[in-house]
């Protein structure tokens, strides 16, 4: 009943969020002066923050439009390479460079949040090569009809995806970037693909920030899910699709119930932002408004993942850690990292990472046994928590020269 709840608070909501969005609107087309009146710029800046913390369910755009690529900028248009039921291959083209660059394949995380959340990674990485994403779809958007999604699918859609983009004839693959949590079925792909001697199996592999071993200094990510058994996350977190959408009667785990997680983690924060957010509007200072704004426009924009997929996650990633004990299976057959010989693998952590401790992302290596030393390499950045690993000064300063040195020695 969770999940109706939701709903209706959200139709509850409507009409005040409308009336909100409308007197924003009347005031961007028909007050010009707005500004100059103190009690109007407080009503409008309670409009637009009423408007502006409202949770939503679709992608936000990834507005990447032109990088800068060589000595000049060029235009980057998306182009979805390959349509599945649960995530297309999205492809960052760009038309204008003529000389081919390192293709590489970024695995975004499924875990409530759309893949724009790693704009800043594409961005950064569409400087110097070929880039495409996982861009993984909202589960209740996608009709039962589609059938079932669980860890294995992902595994198979990361396979089918470095195969499209690879080059079998030439027996040359392509790279591969995983951030947080789908590094574990990343490295689970690898090692199949190793497995079955594929010819598109990836160059480089980099694996950033992921629970390739969550026993290794658990966090508070690891201990709730570690703390509550698989019985209680399927009761008490898996709810059914409204009937409104597409995909009505779908089990999930709703996006809604991640980000209310994440943000009671750090109420007084998002409080604190979003008065801030009201002042800066009021004030006239649109430029610090906007940065709130583009933030909670990604933060608050969710989608739900398939309970299959999330159950099977918690049960094999967090709460047993089958591939770092060498049990994890995958269509029948025991995934073995120590067949991966011809990909590099370079890991990455940040000092300060509460999600994902120090170690666990490293424990690849040992999986990795059969690489030999000079295709190994690990990087752990100063001074930077989860999210600074993929996004932020320190990831385009310190951590991106370290990924753009790997692809190049082995492209």
């Not at 608070?9 to 969020?17: H, S, W």
């Not at 992921?210 to 899910?225: K, Q, Y």
């Not at 703390?227 to 999930?252: C, D, H, M």
């Not at 998002?270 to 649109?286: G, M």
Request: glycine share 6%; with cysteine; charged share 20%.
């Amino acid at each position: 009943m969770l999940y109706q709840a939701y709903q209706a608070y959200c139709d509850m909501m409507a009409p005040a969020r409308l009336a909100a969005r409308a007197a924003t609107g009347f005031r961007d087309r028909f007050m010009d002066g707005a500004e100059t009146m103190p009690f109007a710029r407080r009503l409008f800046a309670l409009a637009e923050v009423v408007d502006k913390s409202r949770i939503t369910h679709k992608r936000p755009p990834y507005a990447i439009t032109e990088v800068l690529s060589g000595n000049a900028m060029v235009e980057v248009h998306e182009e979805v390479a390959l349509d599945l039921p649960f995530g297309n291959l999205l492809h960052f083209a760009k038309p204008e460079v003529t000389t081919p660059q390192p293709k590489i394949l970024v695995v975004a995380p499924l875990s409530g949040h759309f893949a724009t959340l790693l704009r800043n990674t594409v961005d950064t990485l569409l400087r110097d090569h070929d880039v495409y994403i996982t861009d993984w779809k909202n589960a209740r958007d996608v009709p039962v009809s589609s059938g079932p999604f669980g860890f294995e699918d992902y595994v198979d859609y990361i396979i089918r995806f470095l195969q499209e983009i690879g080059d079998p004839e030439a027996g040359r693959g392509a790279h591969l970037l995983a951030v947080c949590q789908p590094c574990v079925p990343a490295l689970a792909a690898v090692a199949v693909m190793a497995q079955d001697d594929d010819p598109c199996q990836p160059r480089t592999m980099t694996l950033m920030g992921g629970p390739i071993d969550t026993r290794e200094s658990p966090t508070v990510v690891n201990e709730l899910a570690t703390g509550n058994s698989y019985e209680w996350f399927e009761n008490n977190l898996i709810q059914t699709v409204p009937w409104r959408y597409k995909g009505a009667g779908r089990k999930v785990y709703p996006g809604f119930i991640q980000l209310m997680a994440f943000m009671s983690m750090n109420t007084g924060r998002h409080t604190s932002q979003f008065r801030k957010l009201y002042q800066h509007i009021a004030d006239v200072e649109q430029a610090e408004a906007d940065k709130i704004i583009d933030f909670y426009d990604e933060y608050l924009a969710v989608l739900d993942l398939t309970a299959e997929f999330y159950l099977e996650t918690i049960d094999k990633v967090f709460q047993r850690a089958l591939l770092a004990k060498g049990e994890l299976q995958h269509r029948d057959r025991t995934v073995d990292c120590s067949a991966i010989r011809k990909t590099a693998l370079l890991t990455v952590e940040g000092e300060r990472d509460d999600i994902c401790a120090v170690g666990q992302t490293a424990a690849a290596h040992l999986l990795c046994s059969s690489l030999r030393p000079h295709l190994k390499r690990h990087h752990l950045q100063p001074g930077v928590g989860h999210y600074g690993v993929f996004s932020g000064s320190k990831w385009e300063k310190q951590v991106y020269p370290q990924v753009r040195n790997l692809v190049l020695a082995m492209h």
